[in-house]
């Protein structure tokens, strides 16, 4: 019997020595030479690379044969496993980098669960790392990407910088808890079916994600039943834990703040950086969030930001010449990738910054085909235009598409210089009533349309301007409002109306919850029927050349529709709440002391 426990024992240190091997074999892969469009490479893409904890991260290299020193590190860490990733590492290397591209634990050839957000900060630290203990490394790294691909970068400066990290280019950064999967409080229901898209396989899974009928009819079988919001995946007949995980955060609490950086953790951040968004980005709202704080928390920062016309993949890459029926200025019309590769030059090599980077603050001007420089984002404008809300009709008509589709004419009410705090305009919405929602986009969704999609909103605008003016920076305000619940969301939108009375769609909706417009750390509940001041502060950045005879209008309205959550006012947690909570309709009464800032160059 002693003699088979000692064969057992034998056994077991035999395996574990050949799974070690196994495994230090897949680490220490050996490159292949590669021939490609008439170069030549060292390529490795089966690489496992060991984590503090254990896990496996999968990694590609390539080199090119003709560099003979050590040589800078370009990586690009994502969670979006393709075939053509390994592209990425072949162009940094013939701009004449090493090439790395490495995959969320659990994506690729890693072993583990597939984890997104958790475990990116130490993971992508770790592959730093082990860049810095391979003989091609000089212990230079810059990475760059955009949305998940931006969230890392800025995760893996949560513990400490890297001395080896010299640089990121984070594009329309993705900030949880933030600005995903929920914004200013208010989930966004497109996130759902992003968690099968991810988890379901070592790659993406296309299939599912790309099935647009299934996930909008889940959306409106929700909306019609009006079950409560954590139960979408009971609808689905699919479970989905991650997206359910987060609905137990409503508020940026300590899950949230373990996996990205927050308030001092942006003071420790020295190494320069270059940011790029748009206007029609909804990663925007991240990206801007990471550079306010890292000049607030450290005011000698060197963070250059980039934007323009762009969408949430044209701001990462190569814009669209023509982004929803809006064709955009020449002058706008530029490569960010060559861009971001211009600033690796920079950084790595002793070449002159990018040439359209003569600033920190470097945004376009629609309409007026120029680019402007400035030193930080409070020197964008050199003047407030402040309005406040009227209950007065503006006497301007305009063509209305309603939630139907059926098309009516409207009326705006007015923005006007003079303030009233006791008057007030009243909306009224009642969560019993599916029939018809509240839902506020231009038109068919273009930036351009002849019409102003109203729902059960109000639209309120300005007098005709008599000269042109430029609309540079974000809005700001206060609305004033008291509603018979504890709580609403809302929504404000913001257009051009021109002389000839088309809209011109000038940023992406600011979506809001009352309750957490003050602090995103602690759910504040209104008193019911009790006057509250809610403050817009966080508005999507935009930059246009209105005309002359041209109006600015603001769309207001609370949200009631198929694409977010639904806040039934109860004070409960919203994911809870259902249609059974409906009960009185919301009455909101808009008052007419609430004040829009408008951030003009005159």
Known sequence: MKFIQILK????????????????????????????????????????????DGAKISAIIVRSKAEKEPQPAILFHTIYTRKDDINRAYEAADKGYIGVVSYTRGKNLSPNKITPYVHEGNDVYDVIDW??????????????????????????????????????????????????????????????PWWHYVTNNKTLDTVSYYNGKRWNDLYFDWYKKGVAYKNLDSLDSTPNPEFNQKLEHPTFDAYWKKMTLFKQDFSKINIPILSTTGYYDGGQFGTIHYLKSHYQYNTNAEHYLLIGPYSHFGAQELPEKNILGYTIDPIAQINIKNLIFDWFDYIFKNAKKPVLLKNKINYQVMGANTWKHVSSLDKI??????????????????????????????????????????????????????????????????????????????????EPFDEDLELSGSVSGVLNVSINKKDFDFNVLLFEQTADGSFFSLTLPFTARASMSKDIENRNLLTPNKKTSIPIHNFRMTSKKIKKGSRIVILLNGIKHPFSQLNYGTGKDVSEESINDAEEPLKIKWYTDSYIHFPVNM
């Open 381 to 462: 404008t050199t003047d407030t235009l402040k309005v406040y809300l009227s209950k007065q009709r503006s006497g301007v008509a305009f063509k209305s598409t309603y939630n139907t589709g059926n098309m009516g004419v409207n009326e705006h009410f007015s923005l006007s210089n003079i303030s009233n705090e006791t008057s007030y305009i009243e909306q009224e919405i009642d969560f019993s009533d599916r029939s018809q929602f509240s839902w506020n986009l231009s038109g068919d969704r273009n930036i351009i349309t002849e019409t102003l999609t109203v729902g059960q909103g109000f639209s309120f605008v300005t």
């Open 9 to 52: 024992v034998t056994f077991l240190l035999l395996l574990v020595a050949l799974v070690s091997c196994n495994s230090i074999k897949e680490e220490q892969q050996e490159p292949r030479e590669v021939s490609r469009k008439g170069k030549e490479y060292f390529v490795q893409d089966s690489i496992l690379i060991s984590t503090r």
């Open 131 to 192: 860049i810095t203990e391979q003989e091609w490394s000089n212990d230079e790294v810059g990475m760059y990407g955009g949305s998940y691909v931006g969230f890392v970068q800025w995760a893996s400066m949560k513990e400490k910088v890297h001395p080896a990290l010299k640089t990121i280019v984070p594009s329309v950064a993705a900030a949880p808890g933030i600005a995903e999967p929920m914004e200013n409080g208010v989930y966004f229901n497109f996130h759902y």
